[in-house]
C-alpha cells in the first residue's frame, strides 16, 4: 500500500496541449449534481480541488460538483465502506496501487466507451506508466492526475562534510559505489548512516528490478521472490541494514518513518517519490538533491505510480460525470495543480519547469519517468493486493529489523503469496 | 506539632475522607499524590512542548525536550488549517445529543430492568449485554447501510441516534438503581405513588453519581470516537473535531507539531465538562450510594 | 453496585404485580427501539455474515462453516491474535484496576487541591490516542528515548521495546493502563463516595488501623463496583485497537495483532467481511466466558446489603 502517490507529482502543470477543449461535438452530458470524493491533507489542497470543480461548473453551468475529502489515511475505509453500501461519489479517486483491487471488486467503470466516443480527447497525452496503472486487464478505469518514480534522494552537506562525491545526476552510479558512498557517510558515533529504507514492501520493489528480480511473474500466477535475482537483491538491501550502513528500523508502524529520518539530516541517502520535494523543502534544514535508483544488475530500473480519477459504477449521471473528469484532468487543471507543486502531472502537455529548486536536478525527474535515464515500469498490483501488501509487511518485518535472514522468510511468505495470486486469478475470471 | 505535622494539618482539605491517623499522612498521601501525578503527565507535557516546536526541530533526532525555540503561532496554525469552530460546534452538538439521548432512554430501561417483574427480562438484559462484546469494526458496515437507506448520511441525526443507544448506559445504571432499597419505594407505593412516580421522584434524586458518571463517560468516549464520525461525514457541515484532527495526518507525513497543538485544543473542552461534573462525583450520599447501605 | 442478583425479596403489594409489563413497556421502550434498531440488527447481521463469504464488492455466498474451519485450522496469525489479545488482557486488566482503585482511594482524602489531582489522572484518558501515541513512540525508542535513558542510569541495558518480539506487548501494556486508569479511578471514586462515614467512625472507634478498615469496611463495600470496573475492564481490553494499530501496526510480525487489529485488516484492507465478522464472533465468544464466568463468581466475593 503505497501512500506516496504519484498524484502529487502531477501537479507539474501540463504544458498547454488544448486537451481542455471538451468540445462542444465531444462525448458527455451536460448537465447534473455531482459527487465528487478525493482525499486531501491540507487546506491549500482542498482549495485547489475546489477550484478544479469550480471551473467544471464555470465551463458547465448546469453540472455542479460537489466535492467530499477526507484525509489520505482513512480515504479507503470510508471508500469501502461507501461501495458496500451504494453510496459512493459519481467521480472517485483512485491510486494505482489500489486500482486492481477496486476495479475488479466492480467500483468504477471502464472508461475506454467514453473515450471513444469523444473525438476530441487524446488519452495518448497521458504517460504510459499512469495509463497502465490505472488499467486492470487493459481496461482504462481512471484519468491520472499525477504520476511519479522513485528516485534517490541525497544529503548535500552530509555529502560535503564527508567529502565524499555526490552521486551523478544523470547516470546512476552502480550498487557497489551506491554501498562504498553509504560507508564512507556512516559514522556510528554521530548516529549518521549513509542510507536509510522504509521497512516497506513497496520500497524493495525497485531494488528487485534493479538487481534483475520480481515478485511476481509476468502472468501474475506465480510468486518470484525466490528467484536467485530477488534474493539478491533483497539480501543487498538488507545487507545495509545488517552492516549497519543504513539507519536501524525503529518504526514498523510509520508509513513516513524513513523519510521523517531523512528529514533528521543524519542520514545521506533515501529513495522515495517527487511527492516527497515539498514535505523536505519544509521539514528539513540542510542541502540535497535526487538523483536515479543506483543500477544493479539488471540496470537503474524504478517503478512509477500515481492516481487518478474514476466514474463510479453506479452514478447515474455518467454522461456528467465524464465531463467533469475531463475537465478536471485536463491540461489546464493539471497545471494549476502544479503550481500548487507537489507532483508530476501525469499528462505530458503538462511538464514544465516544477517549482524553484531545490532540487537542482528536478529536470532529471522526467527523464526517468519515460526512460531516458535508467528504465521505469508501471507499479503493477493484483485484486489481492491489500491483503498482500499486509502479509508482505506482517512477514518482512523481522528482515528489516535484521532478525531473520532473507532466505527464511521468502520460503514463508512464497506460499501465501501464490495463494493469493490464485484468488487474484480466480477474481479476474470471475469479472470477465 | 512539629512542622512536619503542620504542613500535615494545612494541607486538609473539606472534600473526602479524613486521612485521620498521625498528623503526617496528608503530607504522603500528597506527596505519592505528586509523584504520581508527575509519572503521569510527562508524556502529556511533552506533547503540548512538541506543539510549540518547528516542524524540522520535531523531526530531529534525537528529539528534543525543551523547544529550541517557541513558536505558539501553531496553535493559531493548527486552528486554521481546518474549520475548527466549525468542527467544534459539530462535536458539540454531536456528542452533546448522544449523551443526553443515551442518558435519558438508559435510565428508563435500567429502571425497568432493575425494578420491574416481566416475561424475558434477563434475557433482553443478557441481549443487552452481549452486544457490548461485538468489535465496532464488524457492525459498522451493517450500520451504515441502515442509515444510507433512511438518507442520514451526512445529517446529525445520523452521527447521533445509532450511537445513542449502546448497552453501556443501561448496564451502568441498572447496576446502580440495583443497590438503591427498596424500602424507599415501597412506602412510596403504599401511600399510591405510580412506578413512574417512584422513579421521578425517588430514584432519579438519589442517582446523581451514577447519571453523572454515565453523562461524563459517553461525553468523553463518544468526543474522541473516529470510526462512525469517519463514515457518517462527509462534510464540513457535520464533521467533528476528532474527525479534523486527522487532517494533520497527511499522506507522506504528518504536522506533528500542528498535530500535538490541535490535540491539546480539543482536550480542553473534555477537561471543563469533567471539572464541572465533579460537584456531581464529590456529593456524599447519606444513604445508599453505590454499594452500599 | 450489586449483580444479577436480586439482593432481597421485593415487598410490591401483589395488586400492582399485573401492571408491570405495561409498565415495563413504557419504561423500556424509548432505548428498546432504538436499541434493536441500531445496535442489535447490526450485531445480528455480523453474527449471520460471519457464515457467508463476503468479499466486500463482490458480494456474499454462503460459506457454511468454511471460515471458522480455515480460523482454526490453518490460520496462524488468528492464533497469535488470539494469544496477545488474551495476555494483553490478562495483565493490563489487574494493573490498571488496583492502580485505580489505589488512585481513587488517595484523591478521596480530604485534602487540598485533591480536585486537581483527579483532573490530571483522567487526562491520559480524555486526550486523543493519536498524539499521545506519537510521544509514547518517541519514550520507546531504543536509545534516545526517555525510558531507556533512565533505565540506563540505573544501569539496565532497556531494550527496543516497540520492535522486538519480546517486549512489543508489554511497551503496548504499559502505554494502555498509564492510558486507562484513570477511567477506573473515577467509578471507584464514585463507589467509594456511596460508603457511609459512620462505618468508618465506628471501625475506627473498636481501635482498627487504617489498614483493617481498608480490609473490613472498605473493599467488602466497594465490591460491587470493584465488580463493574473488571467486567468492563476485561470487555473493552479484549477489544484493543487504537494502540496496536498505531504504535506498533500489530508488529514486529505478529507480536501485538490483536484480535480486533486482525479483524480490521481482514475485513477493511482484505475486504473478507465474512472472515472478519467469523473472528469477531469468536471474540465474542471468548469475552461473553470470561463475563459469565465474573458473573458467577461473584457470588463469592461481592458482599451486597
Given at each position: 500500500m503505497n501512500r506516496r502517490d504519484f498524484l502529487r507529482m502531477s501537479g507539474a502543470g501540463l504544458a498547454g496541449v488544448g486537451l481542455l477543449g471538451v468540445s462542444a461535438c465531444g462525448g458527455g452530458g451536460t448537465s447534473g449534481a455531482l459527487r465528487w470524493s478525493m482525499w486531501s491533507d491540507t487546506p491549500e489542497e482542498t482549495?485547489?480541488?475546489?477550484?478544479?470543480?469550480?471551473?467544471?461548473?464555470?465551463?458547465?453551468?448546469?453540472?455542479?460538483?460537489?466535492?467530499?475529502?477526507?484525509?489520505?489515511?482513512?480515504?479507503?475505509?470510508?471508500?469501502?465502506?461507501?461501495?458496500?453500501?451504494?453510496?459512493?461519489?459519481?467521480?472517485?479517486?483512485?491510486?494505482?496501487?489500489?486500482?486492481?483491487?477496486?476495479?475488479?471488486?466492480?467500483?468504477?467503470?471502464?472508461?475506454?466507451?467514453?473515450?471513444?466516443?469523444?473525438?476530441?480527447?487524446?488519452?495518448?497525452?497521458?504517460?504510459?506508466?499512469?495509463?497502465?496503472?490505472?488499467?486492470?486487464?487493459?481496461?482504462?478505469?481512471?484519468?491520472?492526475?499525477?504520476?511519479?518514480?522513485?528516485?534517490?534522494?541525497?544529503?548535500?552537506?552530509?555529502?560535503?562534510?564527508?567529502?565524499?562525491?555526490?552521486?551523478?545526476?544523470?547516470?546512476?552510479?552502480?550498487?557497489?559505489?551506491?554501498?562504498?558512498?553509504?560507508?564512507?557517510?556512516?559514522?556510528?558515533?554521530?548516529?549518521?548512516?549513509?542510507?536509510?529504507?522504509?521497512?516497506?514492501?513497496?520500497?524493495m520493489v525497485p531494488w528487485l528490478w534493479s538487481g534483475g528480480g520480481d515478485y511476481m511473474n509476468a502472468a501474475q500466477t506465480e510468486c518470484t521472490l525466490d528467484s536467485p535475482e530477488s534474493i539478491g537483491a533483497m539480501e543487498f538491501v538488507i545487507g545495509m541494514i545488517t552492516d549497519k550502513i543504513a539507519a536501524p528500523v525503529t518504526d514498523l508502524a510509520n508509513p513516513s518513518f524513513a523519510v521523517e529520518e531523512f528529514f533528521g539530516g543524519k542520514i545521506g541517502m533515501h529513495v522515495d517519490g517527487p511527492w516527497q520535494f515539498i514535505n523536505i523543502r519544509e521539514n528539513s534544514d540542510f542541502e540535497w538533491d535526487v538523483a536515479p535508483m543506483p543500477a544493479g544488475p539488471a540496470g537503474s530500473v524504478t517503478w512509477a505510480a500515481g492516481s487518478g480519477f474514476g466514474i463510479s459504477n453506479t452514478t447515474e449521471n455518467a454522461d456528467a460525470a465524464w465531463t467533469a473528469l475531463k475537465t478536471i484532468t485536463s491540461t489546464g487543471s493539471l497545471k494549476k495543480l502544479v503550481k500548487a507543486g507537489r507532483g508530476y502531472p501525469a499528462r505530458e502537455s503538462a511538464v514544465s519547469t516544477f517549482e524553484k529548486p531545490p532540487p537542482q536536478n528536478v529536470d532529471v525527474v522526467q527523464k526517468i519517468l519515460v526512460s531516458d535515464i535508467g528504465e521505469t515500469r508501471p507499479f503493477v498490483t493484483t485484486t489481492t493486493w491489500q491483503e498482500t501488501t499486509v502479509m508482505l509487511t506482517r512477514d518482512f518485518s523481522p528482515v528489516f529489523l535484521g532478525k531473520q535472514s532473507v532466505d527464511a522468510v521468502v520460503s514463508k511468505v512464497k506460499p501465501q503469496?501464490?495463494?493469493?495470486?490464485?484468488?487474484?486469478?480466480e477474481i479476474l475470471e470471475q469479472q470477465s | 506539632m512539629s512542622a512536619f505535622d503542620s504542613i500535615g494539618v494545612a494541607l486538609k482539605g473539606r472534600v473526602g475522607v479524613s486521612p485521620g491517623g498521625k498528623p503526617y499522612w496528608p503530607i504522603l498521601i500528597y506527596a505519592t499524590l505528586m509523584a504520581m501525578a508527575f509519572l503521569t503527565l510527562v508524556p502529556i507535557i511533552w506533547m503540548v512542548l512538541t506543539a510549540f516546536k518547528s516542524a524540522p526541530e520535531v523531526a530531529a533526532n534525537p528529539p528534543t525536550w525543551w523547544p529550541r525555540e517557541w513558536h505558539?503561532?501553531?496553535?493559531?496554525?493548527?486552528?486554521?488549517?481546518?474549520?475548527?469552530?466549525?468542527?467544534?460546534?459539530?462535536?458539540?452538538?454531536?456528542?452533546?445529543?448522544?449523551?443526553?439521548?443515551?442518558?435519558?432512554?438508559?435510565?428508563?430501561?435500567?429502571?425497568?430492568?432493575?425494578?420491574?417483574?416481566?416475561?424475558?427480562?434477563?434475557?433482553?438484559?443478557?441481549?443487552?449485554?452481549?452486544?457490548?462484546?461485538?468489535?465496532?469494526?464488524?457492525?459498522?458496515i451493517p450500520q451504515f447501510i441502515l442509515i444510507k437507506e433512511l438518507d442520514w448520511v451526512d445529517t446529525y441525526q445520523g452521527l447521533i441516534i445509532p450511537q445513542a443507544f449502546t448497552?453501556?448506559?443501561?448496564?451502568?445504571?441498572?447496576?446502580?438503581?440495583?443497590?438503591?432499597?427498596?424500602?424507599?419505594?415501597?412506602?412510596?407505593?403504599?401511600?399510591?405513588?405510580?412506578?413512574?412516580?417512584?422513579?421521578?421522584?425517588?430514584?432519579?434524586?438519589?442517582?446523581?453519581?451514577?447519571?453523572?458518571?454515565?453523562?461524563?463517560?459517553?461525553?468523553?468516549?463518544h468526543w474522541n470516537n473516529l470510526l462512525w464520525p469517519l463514515i457518517v461525514s462527509n462534510s464540513d457541515a457535520t464533521i467533528p473535531v476528532v474527525v479534523g484532527l486527522r487532517n494533520f495526518q497527511g499522506q507522506y507525513g504528518t504536522e506533528w507539531n500542528l498535530l500535538m497543538a490541535a490535540a491539546a485544543i480539543a482536550t480542553i473542552p473534555t477537561v471543563i465538562v469533567y471539572l464541572f461534573a465533579q460537584r456531581w462525583f464529590v456529593r456524599g450520599i447519606t444513604m445508599s450510594g453505590f454499594g452500599g447501605r | 453496585?450489586?449483580?444479577?442478583?436480586?439482593?432481597?425479596?421485593?415487598?410490591?403489594?401483589?395488586?400492582?404485580?399485573?401492571?408491570?409489563?405495561?409498565?415495563?413497556?413504557?419504561?423500556?421502550?424509548?432505548?428498546?427501539?432504538?436499541?434493536?434498531?441500531?445496535?442489535?440488527?447490526?450485531?445480528?447481521?455480523?453474527?449471520?455474515?460471519?457464515?457467508?463469504?463476503?468479499?466486500?464488492?463482490?458480494?456474499?455466498?454462503?460459506a457454511g462453516l468454511e471460515n471458522f474451519r480455515e480460523l482454526f485450522t490453518v490460520d496462524r496469525v488468528f492464533r497469535a491474535a488470539l494469544f496477545n489479545t488474551v495476555y494483553f488482557t490478562a495483565v493490563s486488566v489487574p494493573l490498571s484496576v488496583v492502580l485505580g482503585l489505589a488512585t481513587a482511594i488517595l484523591v478521596n482524602q480530604a485534602l487540598r487541591g485533591v480536585v486537581i489531582f483527579r483532573s490530571i489522572f483522567l487526562l491520559p484518558y480524555v486526550t486523543v490516542t493519536?498524539?499521545?501515541?506519537?510521544?509514547?513512540?518517541?519514550?520507546?525508542?531504543?536509545?534516545?528515548?526517555?525510558?531507556?535513558?533512565?533505565l540506563g542510569t540505573v544501569g539496565i541495558d532497556g531494550p527496543a521495546w516497540l520492535t522486538s518480539q519480546t517486549w512489543a506487548m508489554p511497551a503496548l501494556i504499559l502505554m494502555s493502563v498509564w492510558k486507562g486508569f484513570g477511567y477506573n479511578m473515577v467509578i471507584f471514586l464514585a463507589g467509594l463516595q456511596g460508603i457511609p462515614d459512620h462505618l468508618y467512625d465506628a471501625a475506627k472507634v473498636d481501635g482498627a488501623t487504617a489498614w483493617r478498615r481498608f480490609l473490613n469496611v472498605t473493599l467488602p463495600l466497594l465490591s460491587p463496583t470493584t465488580f463493574f470496573v473488571v467486567v468492563i475492564s476485561v470487555i473493552s481490553s479484549f477489544q484493543v485497537f487504537d494502540q496496536a494499530l498505531i504504535m506498533t501496526n500489530g508488529g514486529p510480525g505478529t507480536a501485538t495483532t490483536t484480535l480486533v487489529l486482525y479483524i480490521y485488516q481482514k475485513g477493511f484492507?482484505?475486504?473478507?467481511?465474512?472472515?472478519?465478522?467469523?473472528?469477531?464472533?469468536?471474540?465474542?465468544a471468548v469475552i461473553f466466558v470470561f463475563t459469565v464466568v465474573q458473573f458467577l463468581f461473584q457470588r463469592r466475593w461481592v458482599t451486597y446489603e
Open positions: 482549495r485547489v480541488w475546489k477550484s478544479l470543480a469550480e471551473d467544471v461548473h464555470e465551463k458547465y453551468p448546469d453540472i455542479t460538483v460537489k466535492l467530499e475529502t477526507v484525509t489520505f489515511a482513512d480515504y479507503w475505509d470510508k471508500l469501502t465502506t461507501q461501495i458496500a453500501s451504494e453510496n459512493e461519489a459519481d467521480i472517485v479517486a483512485m491510486q494505482s496501487l489500489r486500482m486492481p483491487g477496486y476495479a475488479a471488486r466492480g467500483a468504477l467503470q471502464p472508461l475506454m466507451p467514453f473515450i471513444e466516443d469523444d473525438s476530441e480527447f487524446d488519452v495518448d497525452d497521458f504517460f504510459g506508466p499512469i495509463r497502465q496503472g490505472l488499467s486492470v486487464n487493459d481496461e482504462l478505469y481512471a484519468l491520472g492526475y499525477d504520476i511519479g518514480p522513485i528516485i534517490l534522494y541525497y544529503n548535500k552537506d552530509l555529502f560535503g562534510k564527508a567529502g565524499v562525491e555526490p552521486p551523478p545526476a544523470e547516470t546512476p552510479m552502480s550498487w557497489e559505489e551506491f554501498r562504498e558512498k553509504a560507508e564512507q557517510l556512516t559514522n556510528p558515533g554521530a548516529k549518521e548512516y549513509g542510507f536509510v529504507e522504509q521497512p516497506v514492501f513497496d520500497f503469496f501464490d495463494e493469493l495470486l490464485k484468488e487474484h486469478q | 505558539p503561532e501553531n496553535f493559531a496554525a493548527a486552528w486554521n488549517f481546518a474549520p475548527f469552530g466549525r468542527y467544534l460546534i459539530n462535536s458539540l452538538v454531536m456528542v452533546g445529543g448522544i449523551t443526553i439521548l443515551q442518558t435519558v432512554t438508559s435510565a428508563l430501561a435500567a429502571y425497568a430492568f432493575a425494578r420491574l417483574r416481566f416475561r424475558g427480562r434477563d434475557l433482553l438484559f443478557l441481549l443487552y449485554l452481549g452486544t457490548l462484546m461485538i468489535p465496532p469494526q464488524v457492525t459498522v448497552a453501556f448506559g443501561v448496564f451502568l445504571l441498572r447496576q446502580f438503581f440495583l443497590t438503591i432499597p427498596y424500602e424507599l419505594e415501597d412506602a412510596a407505593r403504599i401511600d399510591g405513588a405510580s412506578r413512574f412516580g417512584c422513579f421521578w421522584r425517588i430514584i432519579l434524586p438519589l442517582s446523581g453519581p451514577a447519571l453523572a458518571t454515565l453523562a461524563v463517560f459517553a461525553f468523553l468516549f | 453496585m450489586a449483580g444479577t442478583a436480586q439482593p432481597g425479596p421485593e415487598k410490591v403489594p401483589w395488586k400492582d404485580r399485573e401492571h408491570e409489563g405495561l409498565a415495563a413497556g413504557l419504561f423500556l421502550l424509548p432505548n428498546l427501539i432504538g436499541f434493536l434498531i441500531f445496535t442489535a440488527i447490526p450485531v445480528g447481521a455480523a453474527f449471520v455474515l460471519a457464515f457467508y463469504d463476503y468479499d466486500l464488492l463482490l458480494g456474499a455466498s454462503w493519536v498524539a499521545l501515541s506519537l510521544v509514547w513512540k518517541w519514550l520507546y525508542l531504543p536509545d534516545i528515548g526517555l525510558i531507556n535513558s533512565v484492507q482484505s475486504f473478507d467481511m465474512g472472515y472478519a465478522a467469523a473472528v469477531a464472533l469468536v471474540l465474542f
